[in-house]
């Protein structure tokens, strides 16, 4: 794990971690014993880590949905999926590198898969423009998902985007039309699906791909109506207020399961899914099979009557039939 | 000297002259520059009488200028947000509401309700675009829900009329991004019901309510140059880091682009929402 990018909050472990290395070649090239002074050292270490990742603000959980090392979409598609399939187009316009869609199976059974891509290498991340999808991506994905409803295999969407691209090309092909019209077409889509937010889960282009009957979150992921530099920058006209706005917001996994807008949140290994990204892949393996097996024994009618229902009762407000004549 | 008569004049004399002016008897027309008398404004539902630019209409005024009179009937009218958040930002949600409930007399940016046009009965929404820039929390979703099972319930086309430039509400967080999903999928039930939803775009109409319920109508019109679109043009401009074209993001540009039926001057809505319903 030595060649990894480590956050700021992380200093006080890697100064750890690098006296731990010190003496440990200290200890080889001068043939001593330093086995007791190592333990207490490693001691310290997990006492220390374990206090950096217990108490992470908001704002450092963003960083580690955003750390450069966190597996993106191909990543879980390349580990999780066999026999993987990739659909590329939206048939109309063009292909979005920004938004994987494809069939793939996990121990025999059929899945239909989409995904953020925010690319690994720089000529990557331009073609997906660092996960921001275009319309085509999202007619693409939307594609991908009537097919999975005619072959009746569930559909897993993997959310990882900063937003939906925000540019001329995109205005002009009608990037609001395109996530509309997922968001309304998934909600009688015929069959079982379920999102997962890996790491960014920014508005509208998160939810373009995330009305599911099963919603889950990485332990460090967010979802967020705006970003908190975005926030920052209308409400305290100030982008540097970013901190404090990812605390207000309350996008963090705990704070969307308390309020009812995902399921479930998916472990990560300490630190973040890239410290140990087998561990978390094999927790998000889990999760699929779960919710999964329990989308399929339910009747079809009753999946779409539970999901419309869902979010039908999205969010809380006041009503009292007292006032009602007031006005 | 009656307004059509006076010479045109710089924005700057404009300024010092409007300091000599009475508050609240004159308005300057953002198209052109013009002082106009308010009450000629208001006996235009808002449009410049010189360059026919269209002011931002309030929701009242949007129902007499749409509705048959005295056939307006409000619903849902004591909705009102809660502080789910406990939003503390440079102003509490709690304070922000209650300021903008004063100075609107609006409980939230929505009125909804039955109503007719030309002795046709419609389930009708318009947003206000002065109530936190007419942006939609759970209220707005809420309301749109419901108007939209009035719809079905009655058997009436729907008509929203849409203007925000904001589109979700921050305060609300996480909760305003999800009426998104609140409203399409009442208006996939409404598909699924065979109404009609006609889909009025007004300036500005931005973000989540065009990512969401304003672009899923079946008929889908706008008011000459407004602002519409997903991403507001600033933030486009600073990721590009180029001037967006003139026009661009403009009624007329998503006409172009295949996205609206029709650009509609305000003079002609309700003909063009009769027009419409009379054929279903
Ligand atoms: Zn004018």
Not at chain 2, 12 to 24: I, Q, V
Not at chain 2, 206 to 214: E, P, T, V
Request: contains cysteine.
């Amino acid at each position: 794990m030595g060649n990894e990018e480590r956050l700021n909050f992380e200093a006080p472990i890697v100064e750890l971690e690098k006296k731990i290395e010190d003496l440990k070649s200290f200890a080889e090239s001068e043939k001593i014993d330093c086995e007791e002074e190592l333990s207490m050292l490693y001691l310290k270490l997990e006492a220390v880590a374990k206090n950096v990742y217990a108490s992470l603000t908001p704002w450092q959980k963003v960083q580690i949905a955003r750390h450069p090392q966190r597996p993106y979409s191909r990543d879980y598609i390349d580990y999780l999926f066999e026999d993987f399939v990739e659909m590329r187009g939206d048939k109309k316009f063009s292909d979005d590198p920004a938004l994987v869609c494809g069939f793939g199976k996990i121990d025999g059974k059929t899945f239909a898969i989409v995904g953020h891509q925010k690319g690994r290498d720089i000529k990557e991340k331009m073609a997906c423009h660092f996960g921001c999808a275009h319309p085509e991506g999202y007619r693409k994905a939307w594609r991908l998902m009537k097919l999975a409803e005619k072959m009746k295999v569930p559909i897993i969407t993997f959310i990882d985007t900063p937003g939906a691209y925000p540019g001329i090309s995109a205005e002009e092909r009608g990037q609001s039309e395109a996530i509309a019209a997922n968001i309304m077409g998934m909600t009688t889509l015929r069959t079982p699906s379920m999102a997962i937010i890996i790491g960014e889960g920014g508005s509208g282009g998160a939810l373009g791909i995330g009305l599911t009957d099963i919603v889950a979150i990485m332990e460090n992921s967010y979802y967020s109506v705006i970003s908190p530099e975005g926030c920052a920058a209308i409400l305290w006209r100030d982008k540097d207020k970013a901190s404090e706005a990812a605390s207000a917001l309350k996008i963090m996994s705990k704070d969307l399961l308390d309020m009812g807008i995902v399921d479930d949140i998916i472990q990560e290994p300490r630190g973040g899914a890239h410290r140990n990204f087998k561990k978390a892949a094999e927790n998000i393996k889990a999760s699929i099979f779960k919710y999964t097996h329990i989308c399929e024994n339910v009747a079809i009618e009753t999946l779409l009557d539970r999901r419309y229902k869902k979010y039908r009762q999205m969010g809380q407000f006041h009503e009292s039939p007292m006032l009602k004549d007031v006005n | 000297m009656p307004w059509f008569l006076r010479p045109k004049k710089s924005i700057k004399n404009l300024e010092l002259k409007r300091k000599s002016l009475p508050d609240g008897l004159w308005s300057r027309c953002d198209g052109c520059y013009e002082t106009v008398f308010n009450k000629v404004l208001r006996e235009n539902f808002m449009v410049c009488p010189s360059c026919e630019h269209h002011l931002t209409l309030s929701a009242w005024q949007r129902v007499s200028l749409l509705m048959d009179k005295d056939s307006f009937e409000e619903h849902d009218s004591d909705l009102e947000s809660v502080d789910l958040l406990g939003f503390k930002g440079v102003k509490s949600y709690k304070d922000k509401l209650r300021d903008e409930q004063k100075k609107t007399g609006l409980k939230d940016a929505i009125l909804t309700g039955i109503g007719k046009i030309d002795g046709r009965e419609v389930s009708f929404c318009v947003t206000d675009a002065r109530f936190i820039m007419g942006s939609m929390g759970v209220v707005v979703g809420e309301k749109i829900a419901r108007a939209v099972d009035r719809s079905i319930e009655r058997k009436v086309p729907l008509i929203i009329v849409s203007g925000s430039g904001g589109g979700a509400r921050m305060y609300e967080g996480i909760n305003s991004l999800m009426q998104l999903a609140k409203t399409s999928a009442a208006i996939s039930k409404l598909n699924q019901a065979g109404q009609l939803y006609i889909s009025v775009l007004t300036n500005p109409t931005m973000a989540g309510i065009m990512a969401s319920f304003a672009s899923l109508g079946d008929i889908t019109i706008a008011e000459p140059k407004a602002l519409i679109g997903f991403t507001g043009p600033r933030v486009i401009e600073q990721t590009i880091k180029q001037k967006l074209p003139e026009g661009f993001q403009s009624s007329e540009f998503l006409l172009e682009h295949g996205f609206l039926d029709e650009v509609v001057a305000r003079g002609q809505m309700k003909d063009y929402l009769s027009k419409v319903i009379s054929l279903f």
